[in-house]
């Protein structure tokens, strides 16, 4: 599937910044299961510097320096990825381990070779260690479990038990406060799951990035009116890969979403933050799209045949 993405960002400042420095994760990453095929990134006014970086994790991040005052900022990311479902892992051997196996090969033993998962193990930022995780995730741990079983399991207990509800979180808020409310976003969906699963020994990480919705039948897509979303991966060291579950959704993502950028939480990864001078009071307006990319192309034309 190819996916057309636009992510837009703007900020209204009063009074205006006198300088900024900002640090974006808007460039799709490219993996197994997904190949990026166009980037741009504009930024208006025009940053006096611009450059791509890459962090510990292997994402790219985007730096740009202000050096002017300005009452308004316009960042815009624009993207087409091809994407392509997830293979049958769970058909392939060493997939069904159990999980207390994968708990054990990340306990510490002298001598044995490094694995770089095992730095999603730890607490983070948003992410505690907290013994409510570990009792909520162990109806789903049954004894002899294979973890890709025990973690779709917690996947829809998570689902089934915590309720979706818009701004009722804000984006610092930590796992384990969503848990103790029983509501939250896909942000804290995805933590939960990362945090449940670490409490127990098992190496999680946070995922953003996108997911294509479809418009109810008979009706257009709306331009812009999509969101950034977020999910949790659980590492299977029988075959060195990550398996990636939605929580928010009760599903394994597909070709329909698009990976950004993998952290041990959201505080690794969040699309845009920085350091502004000036500018006391600020309104900011998001606005995403993601749609195939037959569906960009044939708007395009209808809106240069109607000018």
């Not at 907290?130 to 207990?157: K, V």
């Not at 006391?280 to 209808?302: G, K, M």
Request: contains cysteine; glycine residues 6%; charged residues 20%.
């Amino acid at each position: 599937m190819l996916l057309h993405i636009v992510h837009e960002t703007s900020y209204r400042y009063m009074p205006a910044v006198e300088n900024a420095h900002h640090m974006v994760y808007l460039k799709p990453a490219s993996n197994e299961r997904q190949t990026l095929q166009s980037y741009a990134l504009q930024v208006h006014p025009a940053p006096v510097q611009l450059r791509d970086t890459r962090d510990m994790y292997g994402n790219t991040r985007s730096y740009f320096s202000l050096q002017a005052a300005h009452n308004r900022l316009s960042v815009v990311a624009e993207s087409v990825v091809a994407t392509a479902s997830a293979p049958p892992l769970l058909q392939m051997a060493g997939a069904w381990m159990p999980w207390e196996r994968v708990r054990e090969q990340f306990r510490y033993q002298a001598g044995v070779a490094y694995d770089s998962a095992s730095e999603f193990l730890f607490p983070s930022p948003y992410i505690p260690r907290d013994d409510a995780f570990a009792e909520f995730a162990r109806p789903s741990f049954l004894s002899g479990r294979p973890l890709p079983e025990a973690a779709r399991d917690l996947m829809n207990r998570i689902h089934t038990n915590l309720r979706y509800e818009t701004a009722s979180t804000q984006v610092n808020t930590p796992a384990l406060e969503a848990l103790k409310q029983g509501k939250g976003v896909c942000q804290d969906f995805a933590h939960i799951m990362v945090a449940c699963c670490r409490a127990l020994g098992l190496p999680a990480r946070y995922v953003s990035g996108y997911m294509l919705t479809n418009p109810p039948p008979g009706q257009p897509r709306l331009i812009g009116c999509d969101a950034s979303h977020a999910w949790a991966s659980v590492y299977l060291p029988g075959l060195r890969q990550w398996l990636d579950f939605d929580p928010t959704n009760n599903r394994t993502p597909g070709e329909d979403y698009v990976t950004l950028a993998t952290g041990r939480d959201f505080l690794d990864v969040s699309p845009m933050r920085g350091v502004i001078r000036g500018g006391a009071q600020h309104i900011l307006e998001v606005a995403v799209t993601v749609e195939p990319l037959s569906e960009a192309a044939q708007r395009t034309r209808d809106e240069t045949l109607a000018n």
